[in-house]
Every structure is written in C-alpha cells, then in structure tokens.
C-alpha cells in the first residue's frame, strides 16, 4: 500500500492568531471576540476553545457566524491545555492568548506587529494594559485612574534579554498584553498543563531563553476585574505557587543560562515578589488584616523590596 503524503504546513502569515481559552465566559466572551475581530487584517482567526462550559458560552459564539472565528471543545481539560489546543490551529507567525473577560485595544494587534518587525529575533512583544471594572470602565477614580496610566505611560519596563529580570517576579501579565513567536511557543511544547497558576510566568521565562523579549510602551489591553473572575473569588496563598517556582528554577534551560548564585537571589526575590501579590489581592478582596499582615511579612523577609510592597498595597487601597 502506498504511503499517505505528509500534511502540508498551512502558510505562515506574519499576522497573529487569536487564541481564547473560555470555560463560561458570558456575559464577556462576545465581546472579547469581537474585539480581536476588530483588529482588521493583523488577525488573520480567532480560536475560541470552551473548556466544558456549563452556561451559554458555546452557542453564544457559534451564532456569531464569523468566517475568521473557529470554536473548539476542550471539556474540562485546564485553561493550559485549551490554549495549545487553540495554538495549535494557527497558521500565523505570532499568537496571542487572550482572556475571555478582556478585551484587545483598538488597533493593538497592529502596534505589537509592528514593534515585533523591528527585531527579527524577538520571540515576544509586551504592552501595557488598563484596569477596568465589570462594566467596562477604568477602575477606580477617574484623577487617581488618569494619574496610574501617566505614570505608566512614561515608566520603562525591561526589555530585550530580560530572563534575569523575569526570573524575579513576573511583570508580564497574560490575557492579550502578549504576542509569542509561534515556532518558539512549539519548540518549547507550549504552557506546562501541570501549573495551574503561573503558567504563563513560566513560559515567558523559558522563552526569554530563546531570544529577546521587547517592550511596547503602549496601551495593548483591557484588564477586566469582576468579583467572578478566576483570580477574584479565590484567595491565594503563597503555597499555591509553589509548583511553578519549582518548574522555573527547575528548568534546565533556564539554569543553563544563570550561575546557582543568581538563581538563588532571584528565587528569593520571587518569593517576596509572590507574597506581595497575595498581600495585594486578600486586601482587595476584603481582607484587608491578611492583607496587610501579608504584606508586612513579605517586607521583613525581604526589606529592599519595602518601597514598591507599598506603592502596590497604595494602590490596591486607592482601588487600582
């Protein structure tokens, strides 16, 4: 019998693939959808996977009727393992992992491609994005919100081989802020569906053992915070992480890279780094004695980390 012809490779389009992981996304998926929709050309599909949604998620998108959409089902299988399935369906250059409660900023895609054509090496572009409330709006005060993103605006994130600072705390969050590489993203066999936190910590660090990471100092993104979200309605411990601090420091790409010394220092600083988001999140989410008796052992354990622990308790109080 003769053998079957290899499957052709589809093309790779320097544009981006969309890639949204759902598991009951209403009342927010639609319009995510639609907001990498609206990106124009540097979109070339949006991979929808719903990951065992119980509520109207899956008929929702399918009704949308939208050539450049595709709808997966992943029942119940974790948001990691959704969102390879999604990468997986590419054809383009680059992917982008959007969240189901977030939303892409008008023409976004097209800056990111943009800044990614400047280093034909990079394996990623990051953005800024903005804190928004369930409805849409900026979070928090409108002149405390505005004074946040002026700030940010002329803030510099790191950029190009940033893998020893990335080590230290994650500064790049997930959720479309993002463009990967796709050949790095397979070569390095996507997220760890064994992390169920820090997933996306722990691939940008093993990425930024490919090649450069860049900066776009420009807004990318719509941050939603809702009291259903995943990060929201559960309250972390420190413990919880644990898991992905192991994979990182664990990883023999990335202790191929750095002396036992730095890995050492860097962990530590993690570590506070990690403390003081649980400090951060229990006091936004009520508890604010945790929150603060968190945070006050994230400073005495690692004091040189004190000045920023208090600019992110300030602006959780501020409600940023």
Known sequence: MAAKNPPVRATVLDAITVVIAVRNGMPYVIEAVRSALGQGDAVDRVVVVDDGSEDETHAAVSALAEPRVRLLTNPG??????????????????LLF?????????????????AASRDPSAVAIYGRHCRIDAAGRPLGHPFVAGMRRMVLDRGARPSGNILDTLVRGNFIINGGVVIVARDAFERLGGFAPELSLCEDWHLWCRLATLGPIHYLPEWVMDYRVHAVSVMMRNQRRFDDFKPALDAIYG??????????????????????????????????????????????????????????????????????
């Open 251 to 320: 990883d023999p790409g990335i202790r191929a890279r750095l002396s036992p010394a730095d890995l050492a220092s860097a962990r530590s600083e993690a570590v506070t780094d990690l403390q003081s988001y649980c400090a951060v999140q229990a006091y936004r989410n009520g508890a604010r004695r945790l929150g603060l008796a968190m945070a006050w052992d994230a400073a005495r354990r690692h004091p040189a980390k004190t000045p920023s622990l208090i600019l992110r308790v300030g602006a959780a109080m501020a409600g940023l």
């Open 77 to 94: 299988r974790g948001v990691s393992r959704a969102r390879n399935a999604g990468a997986a369906c590419a054809r383009t250059r680059w």
């Open 98 to 114: 959007l969240d189901a409660d977030d939303r892409l900023a008008e023409g976004a895609a097209a800056r990111l491609l943009a």
